[in-house]
DNA sequence: CGGGTGCCTTGACCCAGATCAAGAATTGCG
DNA sequence: CGCAATTCTTGATCTGGGTCAAGGCACCCG
């Protein structure tokens, strides 16, 4: 893997977007993109696909926030994934959509029709290579998260979806800045909740109490200030070593 | 996709068994396979790697079960995925394995070194385009099992596990014989509770009032006898049409 | 045949988190 | 500026599933 300079926002909606192969972006796939590419935005709430729809583009997040969620016929809805910048949406190769995909803030999209995409996918195996790489990581991601949510307490649920955020928050600003973070909190209380497969109530609660604990800080009811992440890792209950994640 | 006869017996140790693209196997490919391929039996209840170890191979089952787990420091544990005979095992381009793999039952697994294979897949599109397949699938399954993690109650979790265990049962005999199915349960009662997230109580307690109902019946403890497949599917909570699973 | 050793079942009790309910804080809009 | 409409917090109570404990059953081995 060859470290090229990596500028972001050109490469943002890259749906190859990865330092190595962004290299290569510059050279023939790029044009080819820019031909069938073109963007659209959505409203904080709005919906994007339905679980089933067709869906005849794949796309990459340029800006906001985007879930996907299952949803059972009495209402009950788990969250599972999360789509912030750069990651990737859809799947070369079939038709329906398989969740129900919504905007969660404002958000951007980069989008390529579908077909010229696995045309150019078949052509060029590179992206096949960078998109089975890319899917790797969303399934150790989802893994990651059945063990949240199978497993942990409310408690460390909580402190781990905290701390899953802060890590992406802190990679995508490269400000390294030491073990002191903060972010404001992209989803709402229910969002959380249906992320964690809790109720909002417990979220609340459970916030509160990392609070009141000092593990966090808010400052209004978004903004998170996490003075000392190493705390804040003990309470996910995972050992204490890296695991990526989102 | 062109379907063609499928013998799964010639195709199950092949890593890109699929009716459409084994055929492509009996080509080049196969043979350059067979070169690198060797053959690998696991005791029920042995390790096969442990999270973190190097994995120098991927691999497909030919027989038995095997599970992915993740474990806490204090001994929490959750199963991330179930393999069967023809699943694949591994991933190409990580070093590392990224769980617990163990034999849940007797195991033979026909493994290939993972350098040739790479060299492999970089040369031939369709192994990654076919592999890329496999692991959107994986995606898919890992996320319909968080919203039974998530959501589901412990009744509904139970009757879960066992139609998704009915139908991938089902799909390999090809007795497609209208409702009514039975197998033998792969899993003890502690695996199922570690895949379903609740205690081997619980997991006791559910199977025995699913029997009282009249939902399944036992023939010992792990034959499992199921009159009315709709029935079940009701208990499961989903709505009434297909869903893919494992 | 008798006593391990796994695996499974069932009962009694308890608690983390759900549910129900009442406001408080924030946002948006006429 | 004032009055909804959201979104969030907190309290009181309830309950599904966890925990602890006591056998039951099948199989193996000496």
New binding site residues.
Partial sequence: MNEIVFDHKECGSCPIRHRSVCARCEADELEELDAIKYYRSYEA?QPIVWSGDRMDFVASVVTGVASLSQAMEDGRTQMVGLLLPSDFLGRPGRDAAPYDVVAVSNLTLCCFRRKPFEQMMIRTPHVAQRLLEMTLDELDAAREWMLILGR??????IASLLAIIARREASLALTTAGDGMDFE?P?????M?DYL????????????AL?RDGVIT?E???KVIIPDFDRLQIETGDDNDGGLMV
Avoid: D, H, P, Y
């Fill in positions: 709430g942990k307490t409310a408690r460390e649920k909190l989803l709402t209380r229910e969002a909740a497969g809790l109720t909002l109530e417990t979220v609340s609660r459970q916030i509160s609070k808010l209004g009811k978004r």
